[in-house]
């Protein structure tokens, strides 16, 4: 059976040429379909694997009670200091908690790409163990701030993104000039960021404490002792949220309206497309009808019959699959974008195509084919032998 | 002297397949006058069916004249030939005359969806074409409702609604059994004689000999006898 | 029977082929409709109060606020007719649902809003009671408040002075919007300036906007540069724009979702110009006897291409109306669903787009088609058989 399958998807495979028409609607179509598919889908993996990068599990955000995002969050610098001494806090090298108290700023840079609208870019000043903190955080060009003096380090995506901000270049904020005195990358969220002492960042900008603290846990119930040690003080009224899951929630809301953009889009497109390949293919099947009822006056069985149509359908549907993922990758992978992040700055990230995107779009090439492929080969097997070889 | 309906004179068509020149009517000259029912015969390729697209305005000669009814078609451009068709000529073919997605009545309409005549007129003059034709019951049927013969008989009753004085068809019964083909000719004839309506059909059935007036023979191009 | 029938007659000479190009043509339709809403609502905000009316933010971010005390400046400028300020509070309703709520001078909201249809009663008691509240129409119903209750609304930025996040609004009021495009914003809550500013425990005296109504919309962008210069180099420097501008270039730091959505229609389209072009070269290349037979009855080459032509028109349009409907019902259920959040029904210049697309994919696929009817020879086409 399989192999009368086989061959006569063989004869099938050969007449494509002749109807190169129809079978290219069927490639293009499901390409199209695989391409949007995979394409906004990247979009969202890049910006989750982006904000997913950043943050361990072994570290805390400490913010204000109630705040959700490091900018409704404000500590003075009481609570600042109160803070780093929790228990639970791993030491440092140098025996000293491992914890770094950070301030957001936002500033605006010019976009490269749309000099008229400009956008917002987080700031952050930092201590140093900012840096012992986040081991991924490497400087890749010029040199480190110098505590003290109003110098900036630049994110990698900041440099790809925006322009104004490059080496030597003088950034202005707020009436006060900064020097652009080197770049990091991070492969994460901060990428979007500038970084500078915190101590200057209060002085310049009037501003005392912190919006969070970012401090590295002790052992495995490091985390409940922070929580409950920071509980217990009167004097406070803190979330301590772990780094990971800080940053992990915030790409739900993007996730999901893109979730919901690519679902309703594929959806709609995949219905055009299942439309379109009902069509080629019964018009491929009407086109062969003498062929496939002198198979079947042979003695070809009916079943072999609806296999190697199937085939066909799938076959075309695969490639046209292929094709689109291949589209997706060629003009989307690893593109630069930026989009409104939990601060209202920018956070840029690249679109992602992943392996298991690319499956996932094939399995809906895979589908559409089937489904497009299924009542023509109905038709074709259940042909009235005679009827169609008296239009001989 | 009857009134003379087709007029040809010194006819000769060239057909350009690619490079090659292939020379099918060769200086053909030739009278029908009104009233006349001609069979042109002839074997294959002797350019019968050629010479019946110049008669019917369905194509142009290379050289020479052809004039129908009094008009010089050969000077015609092909946006008048087409005025002209529709006003003067009906035509039935072997194949493919009738359009599979209207009705009978549909089919014999269409010649007059050309006319600035009513709906109520044009429903009108198709009915009495069919009765013409014996189809008046059939007039709601699809072509593929219906047999061969009564294809052609819808056929002939769209040729004649428009009330052309010249019916041209190309082997109207080639595709017809014995019986069905000698009621075709028998009800053209009918229309010749009762209706006055000039008729040229070329054709390979030696039957047809018997229902035409006369008979006309071609061989490579050129005419060879007028036999009354 | 009429040309038109005639024309409708050859679509269905292969019924099933037609129908799946429809449906083809529909789907298309449908996400373009939906779409181009999409891309509409972002580009929106182009009412023609959001063009008069502008709105002057800390200069770097409007997250950053500025100080109340600019606001006879502002009101000093000449073309500025009355001022309002709005302080984002943060809101948030039970668990963790954001709200849309600011800190306002009620009596100031009511003068520069005039779209806001609300009993003069309520406007009064907002005005008078400290711990009023009010709330548009859509949020209101979306929540199940009912006036006189006392709404618990808490602040994910600013504690009470007793330091709790959770505080709590009597709701003295509810808005509507004055048209259908106002109607659709009536989601947000408003309490009063002065009971925030004394309760909260952080800062004093401050905004985040001020809204400005000019007395002519024409001088808008003269007064926002006007604006803007009085307070450059000062540690409050600001930015003004129109609302309509606001709104765009919020919309922009999200990203350029009119390009994502032109990508979209690209493929969409570039596909189903294949897919009817083939149907239509199909359905002629089938019919090449009978349009010669429509030639030997009369019927002048320019009429069997207008025939083609037409039966393509009449494709696309059925298809594309319908999906059009059909966007329009499915942005209708989801304007429902979403208690008037988002208004994603094509409106009449979607609708306009959508038929001048319709009209040119007509020529694209039926063009060429329709040239070779046109130019196939009598003589040829009969014999070919």
Known sequence: MLGQALAITGIN??????????????????????????????????????????????????????????????????????????????????????????????????????????ANITLRGVDPAAFALRPQLK???????????????????????????????????????????GAFESHDAHDSELWTDINVARTTF??????????????????????????????????????????????????????????????????????????????????????????????????????????????????????????????????????????????????????????????????????????????AARMPITTSLREL | MPESMVEIRNVTKVYERGQQKIEVLHGLTLDIPKGDFVALMGPSGSGKTTLLNLIGGLDQPTAGEVKVGGSRIDRLSSGELARWRAHNVGF??????????????????????????????????VAVALQVVGLADRARHKPRELSGGQEQRVAIARALVSDPQLLVCDEPTGDLDRKTADEILGLLQVLNREHGKTIIIVTHDPKAAEFARRTLHLEKGQLLEQAA | MTKSSFVIANLFRKRTRTILTLLSVIMAFLLFGLLQSVNSIFSAGASFVGATRLVTQARVSFTQPLPLSMLPKLEAVPGVVRVSHSQWFGGVWQENTPLIAFAVDPLRLRDVHAEFVMPDAQWQAFANTRTAMIAGKLAAEKYGWKLGQKIPISSNIYPQKNGSKAWAFDLVGIYDGKDDATKGLASTVYINHDYFDEANLFGKGRTNFFLLKLADGNQAEAISKTIDAMFENSPDETKTQTEKDFNLGFVKQIGDIGLIVRWILFAVFFTLLLVVGNTMAQ???????????????????????????????????????????????????????SGGQFRLSPDLKVWLIGVAAIVLMSVAVGLLPALRAQRLKIVDALAGH
Do not use: H
Request: with cysteine; glycine share 12%; net charge positive.
């Open chain 1, 13 to 118: 495979i050969r007449s494509i040429p002749e109807r190169w028409a129809s079978s290219l609607v069927i490639v293009i179509g499901l390409a199209g379909v695989v391409a949007v598919f995979t394409a906004l889908l990247a979009m969202a993996t890049g910006f989750s694997s982006t904000l997913k990068a950043t943050g361990r599990n072994d570290a805390v955000i400490i913010m204000r009670g109630g705040s959700d995002a490091e900018l409704n969050s404000g500590l003075d610098r009481e609570q600042t200091d109160l803070i780093k001494q929790a228990p639970g806090i791993r030491a440092g090298s140098d025996g000293k908690p491992l914890a770094s108290a950070e301030m957001i700023v936002i500033a605006e840079l010019v976009r490269k790409d749309d000099v008229k609208n400009g």
């Open chain 1, 139 to 181: 400087i890749v060009a010029g040199r480190n701030f110098t505590p003290g003096l109003r110098e900036l380090i630049v994110g990698a995506g900041v440099l790809r993104q925006f322009q104004g901000a490059e080496i030597g270049r003088v950034v202005r904020m707020r009436g006060s000039d900064w020097v652009v005195v």
């Open chain 1, 206 to 379: 009037s501003r005392s404490g912190s919006s969070s603290i970012l401090a590295a846990l002790d052992g495995a119930e490091g985390f409940d002792k922070v929580k409950g040690g920071l509980a217990a003080d009167p004097r406070l009224n803190v979330d301590v949220v772990r780094e990971l899951d800080y940053f992990n929630g915030q790409t739900k809301q993007f996730r999901q309206t893109i979730g919901f953009l690519a679902g309703t889009v594929t959806i709609i497109m995949a219905l055009g497309a299942v439309f379109a390949a009902l069509n080629s293919m019964y018009a491929a099947v009407a086109a062969r009808g003498k062929e496939i009822a002198t198979l079947r006056a042979i003695g070809f069985g009916g079943v072999p019959v609806l296999v190697s149509v199937m085939i066909e359908a799938l076959l075309l549907a695969l490639v046209g699959g292929i094709l689109g993922a291949v589209i997706a990758y060629a003009l989307f992978n690893n593109l630069s974008v930026s989009t409104l992040g939990q601060n209202f700055t920018q956070v840029v990230f690249n679109f992602k195509v992943t392996p298991e995107l690319v499956v996932r779009g094939l399995v809906i090439a895979i589908v559409i084919g089937m489904v497009g492929g299924l009542l023509p080969a109905i038709r």
């Open chain 2, 92 to 125: 039935v073919f072997q194949f493919y005359n009738l359009m599979p997605v209207l009705t009978a009545e549909g089919n014999v309409e269409l010649p007059l969806l050309l006319t600035k005549l009513s709906a109520a007129q044009r429903r009108k003059n």
């Open chain 3, 283 to 337: 359905s002629v290349r089938e019919r090449v006897p009978e349009l010669a037979v429509l030639k030997t009855l009369g019927y002048s080459d320019g009429a069997v291409l207008g025939f083609v032509l037409a039966e393509a028109f009449a494709l696309c349009l059925s298809g594309g109306l319908l999906g059009l409907l059909l966007a329009t019902f499915a942005g209708a259920l989801v304007e429902q669903g």
